[in-house]
């Protein structure tokens, strides 16, 4: 009886990350407001209020931002698939989205555009964003963690 223990704990171990990975993606669906006080934003931040709307839209997740006054929109498809995400000048943001479990990981890479082309800095690190909702629902985390930034977002 005592060479089982070992093979059921083997077993067990094997399993729980498969387990882990096969739990359902959340639903960031609705609005929700930046709660200050629970978030620590970047030194140099000067927000002061945001309000986030997520949609899920033909398979993509979509965040509308309104930040200050100011609107913006981000969308990620997470399949894991590199995609163009954002074109500002001099700089291309390339992002891969999946889910780990039910926390939405965005991957993120700056390429910068230069006359012949665009190129990556050697030794610059990806941009690594997590999202994760609460288990009640009701709060909606955002996991900056290249610069210590964590903000809390609370249902509306």
Known sequence: MRPLLPAIL??????SPALAQNSAPADFSGTWVLNTSKSTLAKDSKIK????????KKGAIVFHFKTDGKKSTQSYTPDGV?????????VLVVSKAMWQ???LVIVSVLRFKIPNGVTSYPGMRPIVDKWSLARDGQTLSWDANNDGEFR???KQ
Do not use: I
């Open 101 to 103: 479990g039910s926390t």
């Open 49 to 56: 209020a945001e309000t986030l709307w997520v949609e899920n």
């Open 10 to 15: 083997s077993l067990l171990a094997l399993a």
């Open 152 to 154: 809390v977002y609370d």
């Open 82 to 90: 590199s995609r163009k995400t954002q074109d500002l000048p001099g």
